[in-house]
């Protein structure tokens, strides 16, 4: 059956939008425009419908295909190949932490849940404070946020929470600890919870949705299934001269050999935390303070798995609608690490692959889906001395691998985490408890599951240590000694490049990062349009 | 840069094996095909590979599978491998291949028959072994297994029906 709802994108491309498929490219192609924005996601997203509509000439470029609501059927066997990056198994170069990550064009706020928070006012202090980025004052990113709610329509959502997310409100309301309700950014959204396998009903205000048509109706130019292999530098190393990408096949893997040559004005680099460094490292652009790459954060999360007595079905309604703040609160910002706690969607691919152990007690625990909770803690990496995220390095064929190694302090936040959602799960009427361990068991009592977790090792590959959110790399800093960029994106050393997207973070930012990313991109993108419009 | 201790516990242990596995690749593989795989169209999966697969996913799933499941699983490993990048592809060739030859499966994975004949006990004691490891290798090993298998197996509608699971009714007309 095909979908009866419209599809804007179909609609767009009917109307004659500049579209190009790299898969059906046949000969090189070389463009010109004033800006090319490599990376269709949150900060590619935004910028392109900020300079289109300041009369530039935008090229959008994605190395995911062009894949819209009439091609979202509800099925993970088609979303996470099509829709993710390395089919939704991305992973640190330990294999450590597997990363959910969109490739596609909207990037991952195509697949993204619609969790909607606004930049935590201690994160933006920390980065005055201790970054030295004093003009990120709250008076100066509220403007930003208020203008990025209204563009992608976030605001409370007042359907009940599905059962899954119930348990975590009462495990909280039970227990005394602080939650909230999560504003998402949909439209008469159906309230089926799919949202990660892309919008059936274009309710998710995503980038897919939003800007990228609005750029595309005012001549912005999108190029699709091209990789950008690297960037070409003047002779005097400050300026990027063009771009050089590889035209993908129908795979969306393999270079068809087809040759991509942009020439820009001006180079937005939008490919996430760890695409935009890696470009920037595969072109050796200039990074004399040798931070490049460096301080890449991901809020790892660990997970916690319970047996409720009836049917919650978590797999049906708004994924994520509650969260709880009470242990990002509890500990001083850089002490031990705090963590966030919300509830993921549970279908049955990502279940089983996160699920540990294997046989009959595997595929129990699987038939007990429908009576499945599931709760997850993001842990707030950067802050303490010793949580300096990962590095951005180039593997053989100059794809990048993410190094992040689990310092000390994750282990104890991982620790102290499973035993507060044990609790939290407990309280809020599970039969049983497991956590996401290779070496843990269903515990029918609190005090068994605390006896377990604390015996637990503290090692990867057994703890089962997943992300969603990839920052920093690219960092603002208050000078040139300490980070890639300055705090409006420009580049320190190459006059004609910006970052906009998560990679600007100082530190992680505390939060579902997409609200921060739009608000950053909308004053960044504000400010280079204007900049350009002068020149 | 790593630290010695990351090198002693990644670096050596993973070239070490590394070098093994391309000794070890030499001899003849098991068999293949012994489990009634044959004439299956894969893109990715050798002969031996099936072979392997087959003997494991039961034990790995927890589920008895008849032949046309072994084979709609075969299919989704198949399709799922090829979807990854081709490093991470070249990855998997390499487990493959050290699993699929009869020396790594009598001593890296501690099974003394061919896969096919190998008892349920003989591949549970392997599977538990690598996933228990004390090295991050044959951990990631296990891990690798454990998410190709699932994955093939539970992006199949046809095991939907056993977890109750089904896309609400509203969202139907939409697929």
């Known amino acids: 059956m095909t979908s009866p709802l419209k599809d804007p994108i179909k609609e767009g491309l009917a109307r004659g939008w500049q579209v190009y498929d790299g898969a059906l490219l046949t000969q090189d192609l070389q463009l010109d425009c004033d800006v090319a924005i490599v990376g269709s996601g949150a900060g590619g997203g935004i910028s392109a419908e900020v300079l289109a509509q300041a009369g530039l000439k935008v090229l959008l470029i994605e190395e995911g295909a062009l894949k819209s609501s009439t091609d979202f059927r509800l099925l993970e066997s088609e979303a996470y190949p099509q829709l993710y990056q390395e089919s939704a198994n991305r992973q640190t170069l330990d294999k450590g932490v597997t990363i959910l990550q969109g490739r596609t064009v909207g990037g991952s706020t195509t697949v993204n849940w619609t969790s909607s928070f606004r930049p935590p006012i201690e994160t933006l202090a920390w980065w005055r404070d201790k970054h030295g980025l004093s003009e990120l004052s709250e008076e100066e990113m509220l403007p930003w946020i208020a203008k990025a709610e209204a563009r992608v329509n976030i605001g409370e959502w007042l359907a009940p929470p599905n059962p899954n997310n119930s348990v975590l409100e009462k495990g909280c309301s039970a227990l005394g600890y602080s939650h909230g309700r999560i504003r998402r950014n949909v439209r008469d959204c159906w309230n089926l919870g799919y949202c990660g396998m892309g919008c059936p009903t274009n309710a998710k205000q995503s980038m897919l949705v939003t800007t990228i048509p609005s750029a595309l109706d005012k001549g912005a130019g999108l190029l699709a299934r091209v990789r950008v292999e690297r960037l070409l530098f003047s002779a005097d190393n400050k300026q990027v001269d063009a771009l050089e990408g590889l035209a993908l096949k129908d795979d969306t893997l393999s270079p068809s050999g087809v040759k991509v040559r942009v020439k820009a004005r001006h180079v937005l680099l939008c490919g996430g935390a760890i695409g935009t460094p890696a470009l920037l490292l595969r072109s050796g652009a200039p990074d004399p303070h040798e931070v490049l790459g460096k301080r890449t954060f991901l809020h790892p999360v660990v997970l916690s798995g319970a047996i409720m007595p009836e049917q919650i079905e978590p797999w049906s309604g708004a994924p994520q609608t509650v969260y709880s703040n009470h242990f990002l609160h509890t500990w001083p910002i850089d002490g031990q690490l705090g963590y966030k706690l919300e509830v993921p969607p549970i279908h049955p691919v990502l279940l089983s692959t996160t699920l540990t152990g294997f046989g009959l007690d595997h595929a129990r625990l699987m038939q007990a889906m429908p009576h499945l909770n599931v709760m997850l803690a993001l842990t707030r990496d950067g802050f303490h001395p010793d949580s300096p995220g990962g590095t951005v390095k180039l593997k053989k064929d100059g794809s990048p691998a993410l190094d992040y190694p689990i310092t000390d302090p994750l282990w104890q936040a991982f620790r102290q985490a499973w035993h507060s959602m044990a609790e939290l799960q407990f309280a809020g009427g599970a039969q049983s408890v497991l956590t996401v361990h290779e070496n843990a068991k269903p515990a029918s009592s609190l005090a068994e599951a605390r006896a377990q977790i604390d015996s637990l090792p503290l090692e990867i590959l057994r703890a089962r240590v997943v992300s969603a959110h990839v920052m920093g790399g690219a960092a603002m800093s208050a000078d040139a000694s300490r980070g890639v960029v300055n705090h409006w994106g420009e580049h320190w050393q190459l006059g004609n490049v910006s970052v906009i997207d998560g990679s600007l973070f100082p530190t992680s930012i505390g939060a579902n990062p997409q609200l921060s990313v739009y608000a950053f991109a909308l004053r960044n993108a504000s400010r280079l349009a204007s900049r350009l419009a002068r020149a | ?175």
């Open chain 2, 1 to 175: 840069m790593m630290n010695r201790r990351q090198l002693l516990k990644t670096g050596l242990a993973g070239s070490a094996l590394l070098l093994a596995a391309g000794f070890l690749a030499r001899p003849e593989p098991d068999t293949p095909d012994a489990l009634g795989m044959q004439g299956l169209d894969t893109r990715f999966l050798h002969a031996a590979d099936r072979n392997l697969l087959a003997a494991i996913a039961p034990i790995m799933l927890g589920l008895s599978l008849d032949v046309a499941q072994l084979k709609a699983l075969l299919l989704g490993v198949d399709r799922a491998i090829s979807g990854l990048p081709l490093m991470l592809q070249g990855e998997v060739r390499q487990l493959l291949d050290l699993l699929g030859n009869r020396w790594g499966r009598r001593y890296l994975a501690g099974v003394k028959t061919p896969w096919a004949s190998a008892s349920a006990s003989e591949l549970h004691a392997f599977l538990e072994g690598w996933r228990q490891s004390r090295f991050t290798l044959l951990r990631s090993g296990y891990q690798a297994l454990h998410g190709l298998i699932n994955a093939a197996w539970y992006a199949n509608p046809a095991s939907f029906a056993a977890l109750s699971y089904r896309v609400p009714a509203q969202g139907r007309v939409l697929q």
